[in-house]
């Protein structure tokens, strides 16, 4: 639970694991250490990330789906967030909103074999030179370099 809800806090925060071990002065290895289910961060370190990433320790370690806890600025009221909410904020589109819904609910196997068919697709639509309208993914990046 831990290793997952780590990478999709560092990822909804925009940091490579690199960017995320300088903040919380460790190395990139051990991120990847962690994110991979082979160790365990101690209790400080675990307190650390949930700061920089804003989550809660209990988020992370799965006690809670509540991801953060923030105070509304009008009334200075705690609302907790889940994360499906949180999730509902930063995608308008229905259908995106729907296919994320049910990735992250989706067991490891099962988003696993999701991810392949995905990567398998972006390589026929690079085959077919289907142009893309926006910036290259990640995966695009990942394939240039691959090439050369």
């Not at 804003?54 to 994360?83: C, F, M, Q």
């Not at 030179?129 to 990640?138: A, F, G, Q």
Request: aromatic share 8%; with cysteine.
């Amino acid at each position: 639970m831990l290793s997952q809800r780590l990478r999709t806090a560092r990822k909804t925060k925009g940091l490579t694991q690199e960017e995320l071990a300088e903040h919380v002065c460790t190395t990139k290895g051990t991120i990847s250490n962690y994110e991979n289910n082979h160790s365990t961060p101690p209790n400080d370190m675990l307190r650390q990330l949930a700061d920089v990433l804003d989550v809660t320790t209990d988020w992370l370690l799965g006690r809670t789906d509540e991801v953060t806890a923030y105070i509304l600025p009008e009334t200075g009221e705690t609302n907790k967030r889940s994360l499906d909410e949180l999730l509902q904020e930063k995608i308008d589109d229905p259908d995106d909103y729907y296919f994320l819904d049910g990735y992250l609910d989706a067991s490891e196997e099962e988003k696993k074999e999701i991810r392949r068919y995905w990567y398998d697709l972006k390589k026929q639509w690079k085959v077919r030179k289907v142009r893309e309208e926006r910036p290259p993914s990640l995966f695009d990046i990942t394939e240039d370099i691959k090439k050369k």
